[in-house]
Protein backbone atom coordinates (compact mmCIF):
# COMPACT_ATOMS: atom_id res chain seq x y z
CA UNK A 1 0.00 0.00 0.00
CA UNK A 2 1.68 3.31 -0.94
CA UNK A 3 2.32 5.83 1.61
CA UNK A 4 0.14 9.30 1.98
CA UNK A 5 1.87 12.26 0.65
CA UNK A 6 2.41 14.48 3.45
CA UNK A 7 2.26 17.32 0.75
CA UNK A 8 -1.25 16.05 -0.55
CA UNK A 9 -2.36 16.22 2.92
CA UNK A 10 -1.52 19.50 4.13
CA UNK A 11 -3.40 20.37 1.27
CA UNK A 12 -6.71 19.11 1.82
CA UNK A 13 -6.37 20.08 5.43
CA UNK A 14 -5.59 24.01 4.27
CA UNK A 15 -8.85 23.36 1.77
CA UNK A 16 -10.88 22.20 4.91
CA UNK A 17 -9.89 25.22 6.74
CA UNK A 18 -10.95 27.23 4.04
CA UNK A 19 -14.35 25.34 3.34
CA UNK A 20 -14.99 26.03 7.14
CA UNK A 21 -14.59 29.54 7.24
CA UNK A 22 -16.18 30.57 3.86
CA UNK A 23 -19.79 31.91 4.92
CA UNK A 24 -18.09 34.23 7.65
CA UNK A 25 -15.39 35.26 5.77
CA UNK A 26 -17.30 35.91 2.27
CA UNK A 27 -19.67 37.93 4.81
CA UNK A 28 -17.31 40.37 6.08
CA UNK A 29 -15.79 41.00 2.60
CA UNK A 30 -19.44 41.50 0.95
CA UNK A 31 -20.55 43.39 3.54
CA UNK A 32 -17.45 46.03 3.65
CA UNK A 33 -17.32 46.40 -0.23
CA UNK A 34 -21.34 47.71 0.03
CA UNK A 35 -20.45 49.79 2.50
CA UNK A 36 -17.06 51.23 1.08
CA UNK A 37 -19.41 52.02 -2.39
CA UNK A 38 -21.67 53.81 -0.20
CA UNK A 39 -18.69 55.89 1.73
CA UNK A 40 -17.17 56.50 -2.02
CA UNK A 41 -20.26 57.90 -3.28
CA UNK A 42 -20.75 59.64 0.46
CA UNK A 43 -16.79 61.03 -0.14
CA UNK A 44 -17.70 62.44 -3.81
CA UNK A 45 -20.59 64.55 -2.35
CA UNK A 46 -19.02 65.79 0.77
CA UNK A 47 -16.23 67.32 -1.62
CA UNK A 48 -18.42 68.57 -3.94
CA UNK A 49 -20.42 70.53 -1.23
CA UNK A 50 -17.07 72.42 -0.30
CA UNK A 51 -16.96 73.98 -3.88
CA UNK A 52 -20.52 73.49 -4.98
CA UNK A 53 -23.10 74.18 -1.91
CA UNK A 54 -25.81 73.71 -3.98
CA UNK A 55 -24.99 70.26 -5.55
CA UNK A 56 -27.74 67.99 -4.77
CA UNK A 57 -29.91 70.54 -2.50
CA UNK A 58 -33.09 69.51 -3.11
CA UNK A 59 -35.98 69.92 -0.10
CA UNK A 60 -35.81 65.61 -0.19
CA UNK A 61 -32.30 65.60 0.22
CA UNK A 62 -31.38 68.46 2.43
CA UNK A 63 -29.69 65.87 4.83
CA UNK A 64 -26.76 65.47 2.09
CA UNK A 65 -25.39 68.53 3.40
CA UNK A 66 -21.55 68.82 4.20
CA UNK A 67 -22.26 68.76 7.96
CA UNK A 68 -24.06 65.24 7.47
CA UNK A 69 -22.35 63.63 4.51
CA UNK A 70 -18.79 64.03 6.09
CA UNK A 71 -19.34 62.38 8.98
CA UNK A 72 -21.39 59.74 7.18
CA UNK A 73 -18.63 59.44 4.79
CA UNK A 74 -15.67 58.73 7.33
CA UNK A 75 -18.27 56.44 9.59
CA UNK A 76 -18.85 54.30 6.32
CA UNK A 77 -15.61 54.23 5.12
CA UNK A 78 -13.78 53.31 8.70
CA UNK A 79 -16.63 51.46 10.50
CA UNK A 80 -18.14 50.29 7.15
CA UNK A 81 -15.78 48.93 5.24
CA UNK A 82 -12.40 49.00 7.10
CA UNK A 83 -13.17 47.34 10.05
CA UNK A 84 -14.93 44.52 8.61
CA UNK A 85 -12.14 44.06 5.42
CA UNK A 86 -9.73 43.99 8.10
CA UNK A 87 -12.05 41.69 10.42
CA UNK A 88 -12.76 39.38 6.85
CA UNK A 89 -8.75 38.93 6.33
CA UNK A 90 -7.95 38.49 10.18
CA UNK A 91 -10.38 35.52 10.51
CA UNK A 92 -9.07 33.90 7.26
CA UNK A 93 -5.24 34.37 8.39
CA UNK A 94 -6.05 33.16 11.62
CA UNK A 95 -7.25 29.86 10.35
CA UNK A 96 -4.50 29.38 8.13
CA UNK A 97 -1.74 30.45 10.76
CA UNK A 98 -3.19 28.31 13.48
CA UNK A 99 -3.79 25.41 11.66
CA UNK A 100 -7.48 24.66 12.55
CA UNK A 101 -10.78 24.89 11.54
CA UNK A 102 -13.63 27.14 12.85
CA UNK A 103 -16.78 24.78 14.58
CA UNK A 104 -19.14 27.84 14.05
CA UNK A 105 -19.13 30.33 12.13
CA UNK A 106 -22.83 31.27 13.11
CA UNK A 107 -21.53 33.08 16.19
CA UNK A 108 -19.01 34.96 13.44
CA UNK A 109 -22.04 35.65 11.02
CA UNK A 110 -24.16 36.70 14.06
CA UNK A 111 -21.54 39.48 15.24
CA UNK A 112 -21.62 40.86 11.60
CA UNK A 113 -25.07 41.57 10.85
CA UNK A 114 -25.08 43.33 14.55
CA UNK A 115 -21.76 45.04 13.30
CA UNK A 116 -23.73 46.26 9.97
CA UNK A 117 -26.82 46.84 11.93
CA UNK A 118 -24.73 49.14 14.20
CA UNK A 119 -23.13 51.09 11.38
CA UNK A 120 -26.71 51.36 9.52
CA UNK A 121 -27.89 52.99 12.42
CA UNK A 122 -25.28 55.25 12.42
CA UNK A 123 -25.21 56.49 9.47
CA UNK A 124 -28.89 57.17 9.50
CA UNK A 125 -28.42 58.79 12.71
CA UNK A 126 -26.31 61.49 11.15
CA UNK A 127 -28.40 62.00 8.22
CA UNK A 128 -31.00 62.59 10.44
CA UNK A 129 -29.22 65.17 13.21
CA UNK A 130 -28.43 62.91 15.83
CA UNK A 131 -24.43 62.94 15.14
CA UNK A 132 -22.07 63.85 18.22
CA UNK A 133 -20.15 65.99 15.92
CA UNK A 134 -16.61 63.73 17.07
CA UNK A 135 -13.82 62.89 14.74
CA UNK A 136 -14.87 59.12 13.75
CA UNK A 137 -17.14 58.60 16.67
CA UNK A 138 -19.75 60.83 15.08
CA UNK A 139 -22.45 57.77 15.52
CA UNK A 140 -25.01 58.74 17.81
CA UNK A 141 -24.54 57.40 21.72
CA UNK A 142 -26.87 54.69 21.15
CA UNK A 143 -24.90 52.75 18.64
CA UNK A 144 -21.63 52.51 20.50
CA UNK A 145 -22.28 49.31 22.71
CA UNK A 146 -23.73 47.59 19.50
CA UNK A 147 -20.37 47.99 17.83
CA UNK A 148 -18.57 47.10 20.87
CA UNK A 149 -20.45 44.38 21.88
CA UNK A 150 -20.41 42.89 18.06
CA UNK A 151 -16.45 43.08 17.97
CA UNK A 152 -16.09 41.55 21.36
CA UNK A 153 -18.13 38.34 20.36
CA UNK A 154 -15.43 37.74 17.25
CA UNK A 155 -12.56 39.05 19.56
CA UNK A 156 -13.66 35.92 21.96
CA UNK A 157 -13.87 33.82 18.69
CA UNK A 158 -10.65 34.50 17.48
CA UNK A 159 -8.72 33.54 20.70
CA UNK A 160 -10.53 30.92 21.00
CA UNK A 161 -9.40 29.50 17.78
CA UNK A 162 -5.67 30.70 18.55
CA UNK A 163 -6.15 28.17 22.01
CA UNK A 164 -7.03 25.21 19.61
CA UNK A 165 -3.68 26.08 17.44
CA UNK A 166 -1.22 23.06 16.12
CA UNK A 167 2.04 23.14 18.03
CA UNK A 168 4.72 25.39 16.13
CA UNK A 169 5.31 28.89 16.22
CA UNK A 170 3.93 31.86 17.10
CA UNK A 171 3.40 34.12 12.99
CA UNK A 172 4.48 37.76 13.58
CA UNK A 173 0.99 38.23 11.55
CA UNK A 174 -0.53 36.20 14.54
CA UNK A 175 1.01 38.66 16.65
CA UNK A 176 -0.85 41.59 14.79
CA UNK A 177 -3.81 39.91 14.58
CA UNK A 178 -4.28 39.46 18.40
CA UNK A 179 -2.93 43.19 18.84
CA UNK A 180 -5.36 44.34 17.06
CA UNK A 181 -8.21 42.32 18.59
CA UNK A 182 -7.29 43.39 22.09
CA UNK A 183 -6.34 46.75 21.53
CA UNK A 184 -10.02 48.36 19.50
CA UNK A 185 -12.39 47.20 22.32
CA UNK A 186 -9.81 48.88 24.85
CA UNK A 187 -9.62 52.00 22.44
CA UNK A 188 -13.18 51.83 21.43
CA UNK A 189 -14.53 51.54 24.76
CA UNK A 190 -12.24 53.79 26.89
CA UNK A 191 -12.68 56.60 24.44
CA UNK A 192 -16.90 56.50 24.06
CA UNK A 193 -17.15 56.18 27.92
CA UNK A 194 -15.27 59.71 28.32
CA UNK A 195 -17.12 61.43 25.76
CA UNK A 196 -20.46 60.07 26.14
CA UNK A 197 -20.70 58.52 29.91
CA UNK A 198 -18.21 60.48 31.94
CA UNK A 199 -18.98 64.05 33.00
CA UNK A 200 -15.60 66.08 31.23
CA UNK A 201 -15.01 69.40 30.03
CA UNK A 202 -14.92 69.83 26.08
CA UNK A 203 -11.72 70.23 26.29
CA UNK A 204 -10.93 66.98 27.45
CA UNK A 205 -13.41 65.18 25.43
CA UNK A 206 -11.28 66.93 21.98
CA UNK A 207 -8.29 65.51 23.49
CA UNK A 208 -9.65 62.19 23.86
CA UNK A 209 -11.22 61.99 20.73
CA UNK A 210 -7.71 62.92 19.00
CA UNK A 211 -6.44 60.28 20.94
CA UNK A 212 -8.65 57.82 19.87
CA UNK A 213 -8.06 58.63 15.80
CA UNK A 214 -4.63 58.17 16.27
CA UNK A 215 -4.21 54.84 18.78
CA UNK A 216 -6.82 53.89 15.81
CA UNK A 217 -4.89 54.37 13.19
CA UNK A 218 -1.86 52.69 14.81
CA UNK A 219 -2.91 50.05 17.09
CA UNK A 220 -5.95 48.51 15.09
CA UNK A 221 -5.65 49.67 11.22
CA UNK A 222 -2.42 49.19 10.94
CA UNK A 223 -1.77 45.88 12.63
CA UNK A 224 -4.56 44.70 10.80
CA UNK A 225 -2.92 45.93 6.93
CA UNK A 226 0.41 44.29 8.62
CA UNK A 227 -0.67 41.41 9.50
CA UNK A 228 -1.86 40.69 5.75
CA UNK A 229 1.41 42.25 4.57
CA UNK A 230 3.45 39.77 6.62
CA UNK A 231 1.47 36.83 5.42
CA UNK A 232 1.10 37.42 1.95
CA UNK A 233 4.70 38.61 1.05
CA UNK A 234 6.42 35.72 1.87
CA UNK A 235 3.87 33.55 0.37
CA UNK A 236 3.63 34.76 -2.79
CA UNK A 237 8.12 35.30 -2.70
CA UNK A 238 7.98 31.08 -1.45
CA UNK A 239 10.79 32.59 1.05
CA UNK A 240 10.64 33.89 5.02
CA UNK A 241 10.48 36.82 5.77
CA UNK A 242 13.79 38.62 6.02
CA UNK A 243 14.32 39.39 9.77
CA UNK A 244 12.33 37.78 12.82
CA UNK A 245 14.00 40.63 15.22
CA UNK A 246 13.50 43.66 12.71
CA UNK A 247 9.40 41.88 12.68
CA UNK A 248 9.47 41.77 16.61
CA UNK A 249 10.90 45.34 16.67
CA UNK A 250 8.34 46.35 14.53
CA UNK A 251 5.46 44.93 16.23
CA UNK A 252 6.54 46.32 20.10
CA UNK A 253 7.41 49.57 18.40
CA UNK A 254 4.05 50.36 17.23
CA UNK A 255 2.73 48.56 20.57
CA UNK A 256 4.67 50.78 23.18
CA UNK A 257 4.56 54.34 20.96
CA UNK A 258 0.97 54.06 19.12
CA UNK A 259 -1.29 54.86 21.99
CA UNK A 260 0.53 57.98 22.47
CA UNK A 261 -0.27 59.38 19.32
CA UNK A 262 -3.09 61.59 18.13
CA UNK A 263 -2.57 64.94 20.48
CA UNK A 264 -0.22 66.43 18.40
CA UNK A 265 -2.92 68.04 16.47
CA UNK A 266 -3.49 70.29 19.04
CA UNK A 267 -0.14 71.98 19.74
CA UNK A 268 -0.76 75.43 20.57
CA UNK A 269 -4.14 74.95 22.04
CA UNK A 270 -5.72 74.80 25.85
CA UNK A 271 -3.89 71.65 26.67
CA UNK A 272 -0.87 71.08 28.93
CA UNK A 273 1.91 71.57 26.98
CA UNK A 274 2.78 68.52 27.69
CA UNK A 275 0.23 66.65 26.30
CA UNK A 276 0.76 67.15 22.35
CA UNK A 277 4.69 67.58 22.87
CA UNK A 278 4.62 63.67 24.65
CA UNK A 279 2.47 62.88 21.63
CA UNK A 280 4.17 64.88 18.94
CA UNK A 281 7.23 62.62 20.17
CA UNK A 282 5.52 59.45 19.88
CA UNK A 283 5.04 60.39 16.68
CA UNK A 284 8.45 60.68 15.84
CA UNK A 285 9.61 57.77 17.56
CA UNK A 286 7.15 55.28 15.63
CA UNK A 287 9.95 56.44 12.62
CA UNK A 288 12.02 53.60 14.02
CA UNK A 289 9.37 50.86 14.14
CA UNK A 290 8.11 51.73 10.99
CA UNK A 291 11.64 51.80 9.26
CA UNK A 292 12.00 48.29 10.80
CA UNK A 293 9.16 46.89 8.63
CA UNK A 294 9.89 48.79 5.97
CA UNK A 295 13.47 47.66 5.69
CA UNK A 296 12.39 43.82 6.15
CA UNK A 297 9.65 44.51 3.88
CA UNK A 298 12.19 45.06 0.67
CA UNK A 299 14.76 43.08 2.02
CA UNK A 300 11.96 40.00 1.58
CA UNK A 301 11.63 41.37 -2.10
CA UNK A 302 15.35 41.55 -2.75
CA UNK A 303 15.59 40.34 -6.17
CA UNK A 304 11.85 39.19 -6.58
CA UNK A 305 10.38 42.98 -7.13
CA UNK A 306 8.92 41.83 -11.40
CA UNK A 307 6.43 39.73 -9.09
CA UNK A 308 4.99 43.01 -8.26
CA UNK A 309 4.26 43.38 -11.90
CA UNK A 310 2.51 40.56 -12.07
CA UNK A 311 0.60 39.50 -8.97
CA UNK A 312 -2.50 41.30 -7.96
CA UNK A 313 -1.68 40.70 -4.03
CA UNK A 314 1.79 41.73 -3.87
CA UNK A 315 1.01 44.82 -6.28
CA UNK A 316 -1.64 46.03 -3.63
CA UNK A 317 0.30 45.03 -1.13
CA UNK A 318 3.60 47.04 -2.32
CA UNK A 319 1.60 50.17 -2.82
CA UNK A 320 -0.28 50.03 0.86
CA UNK A 321 3.09 49.43 2.80
CA UNK A 322 4.56 52.47 0.64
CA UNK A 323 1.83 54.57 1.97
CA UNK A 324 1.91 53.33 5.47
CA UNK A 325 5.70 54.69 5.16
CA UNK A 326 4.75 58.07 3.80
CA UNK A 327 1.70 58.29 6.42
CA UNK A 328 4.18 57.92 9.07
CA UNK A 329 7.00 60.76 7.34
CA UNK A 330 4.37 62.56 6.96
CA UNK A 331 3.11 62.39 10.51
CA UNK A 332 6.10 63.24 12.42
CA UNK A 333 6.69 66.07 10.27
CA UNK A 334 3.72 67.15 10.99
CA UNK A 335 4.33 66.97 15.05
CA UNK A 336 7.18 70.15 14.32
CA UNK A 337 5.75 72.90 14.93
CA UNK A 338 6.30 75.35 12.23
CA UNK A 339 4.38 72.82 9.47
CA UNK A 340 2.07 71.29 12.27
CA UNK A 341 1.00 75.03 12.70
CA UNK A 342 -0.23 75.38 8.88
CA UNK A 343 -2.15 71.91 9.42
CA UNK A 344 -4.01 71.92 12.14
CA UNK A 345 -7.10 73.60 10.81
CA UNK A 346 -6.96 72.78 6.98
CA UNK A 347 -8.02 70.37 4.23
CA UNK A 348 -4.25 68.91 5.40
CA UNK A 349 -6.39 66.67 8.12
CA UNK A 350 -8.35 64.72 5.39
CA UNK A 351 -5.32 64.19 3.44
CA UNK A 352 -3.60 62.54 6.20
CA UNK A 353 -6.80 60.79 6.76
CA UNK A 354 -7.60 59.69 3.51
CA UNK A 355 -3.43 58.28 3.16
CA UNK A 356 -3.66 56.00 6.64
CA UNK A 357 -7.53 54.68 5.62
CA UNK A 358 -7.35 54.17 1.88
CA UNK A 359 -3.52 54.83 0.55
CA UNK A 360 -2.33 52.13 3.79
CA UNK A 361 -5.18 49.90 5.20
CA UNK A 362 -7.31 49.52 2.32
CA UNK A 363 -4.73 48.99 -0.59
CA UNK A 364 -3.16 46.19 1.39
CA UNK A 365 -7.11 44.76 1.96
CA UNK A 366 -7.79 44.60 -1.66
CA UNK A 367 -4.26 42.78 -2.14
CA UNK A 368 -5.48 40.22 0.61
CA UNK A 369 -8.73 39.71 -0.93
CA UNK A 370 -7.76 39.15 -4.51
CA UNK A 371 -5.79 36.37 -2.81
CA UNK A 372 -8.32 34.94 -0.37
CA UNK A 373 -11.34 35.15 -2.15
CA UNK A 374 -10.66 32.44 -4.99
CA UNK A 375 -9.53 29.88 -2.48
CA UNK A 376 -12.98 30.12 -0.91
CA UNK A 377 -15.23 30.07 -3.67
CA UNK A 378 -13.12 27.60 -6.04
CA UNK A 379 -12.90 29.72 -9.15
CA UNK A 380 -10.66 32.72 -10.34
CA UNK A 381 -11.07 36.18 -10.52
CA UNK A 382 -13.27 36.62 -13.74
CA UNK A 383 -10.93 39.58 -15.87
CA UNK A 384 -6.95 40.33 -14.98
CA UNK A 385 -7.90 43.78 -16.74
CA UNK A 386 -10.70 44.30 -14.14
CA UNK A 387 -8.18 43.92 -10.92
CA UNK A 388 -5.90 46.59 -12.95
CA UNK A 389 -8.03 48.75 -13.47
CA UNK A 390 -8.92 48.62 -9.87
CA UNK A 391 -5.53 49.31 -9.14
CA UNK A 392 -4.36 51.72 -11.19
CA UNK A 393 -8.05 54.06 -10.78
CA UNK A 394 -7.43 53.35 -6.76
CA UNK A 395 -3.96 54.17 -7.20
CA UNK A 396 -4.04 57.22 -8.72
CA UNK A 397 -7.27 58.98 -7.23
CA UNK A 398 -5.79 58.02 -3.41
CA UNK A 399 -2.61 59.61 -4.88
CA UNK A 400 -4.14 62.88 -6.22
CA UNK A 401 -6.67 63.18 -3.30
CA UNK A 402 -4.01 63.24 -0.96
CA UNK A 403 -1.70 65.65 -2.84
CA UNK A 404 -4.87 68.09 -3.62
CA UNK A 405 -5.98 67.93 -0.07
CA UNK A 406 -2.28 68.66 1.11
CA UNK A 407 -1.29 71.28 -1.12
CA UNK A 408 -5.11 72.68 -0.85
CA UNK A 409 -4.61 72.57 3.05
CA UNK A 410 -1.16 74.70 3.02
CA UNK A 411 -2.37 77.12 0.96
CA UNK A 412 -5.96 77.90 3.17
CA UNK A 413 -3.59 77.59 6.20
CA UNK A 414 -1.50 80.61 4.91
CA UNK A 415 -4.77 82.20 4.04
CA UNK A 416 -6.35 82.19 7.37
CA UNK A 417 -3.08 83.31 8.69
CA UNK A 418 -3.61 86.76 6.98
CA UNK A 419 -5.28 88.61 9.66
CA UNK A 420 -6.23 91.37 8.00
CA UNK A 421 -8.43 90.52 4.50
CA UNK A 422 -12.21 88.71 5.12
CA UNK A 423 -12.50 85.15 6.29
CA UNK A 424 -14.07 84.31 2.77
CA UNK A 425 -10.51 84.93 0.96
CA UNK A 426 -9.43 81.81 2.92
CA UNK A 427 -12.54 79.78 1.89
CA UNK A 428 -12.25 80.54 -1.49
CA UNK A 429 -8.44 79.69 -1.43
CA UNK A 430 -9.35 76.51 -1.02
CA UNK A 431 -12.28 76.04 -4.00
CA UNK A 432 -9.56 75.24 -6.72
CA UNK A 433 -8.19 72.55 -4.80
CA UNK A 434 -11.62 70.95 -3.42
CA UNK A 435 -12.61 71.06 -7.31
CA UNK A 436 -9.74 68.51 -7.88
CA UNK A 437 -10.41 66.66 -5.00
CA UNK A 438 -14.07 65.83 -6.48
CA UNK A 439 -12.57 64.72 -9.67
CA UNK A 440 -10.17 62.51 -8.10
CA UNK A 441 -13.37 60.85 -6.43
CA UNK A 442 -14.59 60.06 -9.57
CA UNK A 443 -11.75 57.80 -10.51
CA UNK A 444 -12.07 56.21 -7.00
CA UNK A 445 -16.02 55.72 -7.51
CA UNK A 446 -14.85 54.08 -10.85
CA UNK A 447 -12.55 51.84 -9.11
CA UNK A 448 -14.71 50.69 -6.16
CA UNK A 449 -17.73 50.12 -8.39
CA UNK A 450 -15.84 47.75 -10.55
CA UNK A 451 -14.49 46.28 -7.78
CA UNK A 452 -17.93 45.01 -5.77
CA UNK A 453 -19.04 44.40 -9.28
CA UNK A 454 -16.44 41.77 -9.88
CA UNK A 455 -16.53 40.39 -6.27
CA UNK A 456 -19.98 39.85 -6.68
CA UNK A 457 -19.36 37.74 -9.56
CA UNK A 458 -17.05 35.61 -7.44
CA UNK A 459 -19.19 35.70 -4.61
CA UNK A 460 -21.82 33.86 -7.20
CA UNK A 461 -19.28 31.73 -8.19
CA UNK A 462 -19.21 32.99 -11.48
CA UNK A 463 -15.39 33.15 -11.60
CA UNK A 464 -13.43 31.56 -14.44
CA UNK A 465 -12.66 27.47 -13.93
CA UNK A 466 -9.06 27.87 -14.34
CA UNK A 467 -5.90 26.78 -11.57
CA UNK A 468 -4.08 29.63 -13.77
CA UNK A 469 -4.43 32.67 -11.42
CA UNK A 470 -5.43 36.13 -12.77
CA UNK A 471 -2.32 38.11 -13.04
CA UNK A 472 -2.26 42.06 -14.02
CA UNK A 473 1.21 42.19 -15.90
CA UNK A 474 2.48 41.51 -19.63
CA UNK A 475 1.14 37.21 -18.81
CA UNK A 476 -2.31 38.44 -18.42
CA UNK A 477 -5.00 36.80 -21.09
CA UNK A 478 -8.05 37.30 -19.41
CA UNK A 479 -10.23 39.51 -20.97
Known amino acids: MPEDNPADED ?42 PGFLDFPCLHFLQYGRSNPAFMGALVYGWAIQAGLGVCIWLMARLCRAEIKNPITLIV ?12 VLGIFTGHSTSIE ?3 FPKAVWPILFVAYSLVVVWLFTL ?14 YILGACLWFPWIYLTANVFIHVLPGSPIAKAATSAWY ?13 LASAYYFIPKILGRPIYSSYLSTLGFWGLAIVGGWTGIQKFMGGPLPAWMPAVSGAAVIFAIIPVCAIAVNHHMTLRGQHKLIESSPTMRFTAVGAAAFTFYCVFSALNAFYPLGALTQLSQTTMAFQLLAVYGFFSMCMFGAIYFIVPRLVGCEWVSGRRIRFHFWFSTYGM ?9 GGLWQSHAY ?33 MFLYHLS ?8 KSEQPAMIGHADHTG
Open 213 to 225: LGSMTYLVLAPMA
Open 399 to 407: ISLVAVHFL
Open 111 to 122: AGHFWNIGVLLG
Open 162 to 175: FQRRKPGEVYISVL
Open 457 to 464: LMVFRLGR
Open 11 to 52: VLHRAAIDRSVRLPVLFFFTSAAAWLAVSVVLGFIQSMKLHS
Open 417 to 449: AQFDVPLENAISAGRPYAIGASVAWVFIIASNV
Open 136 to 138: WLA
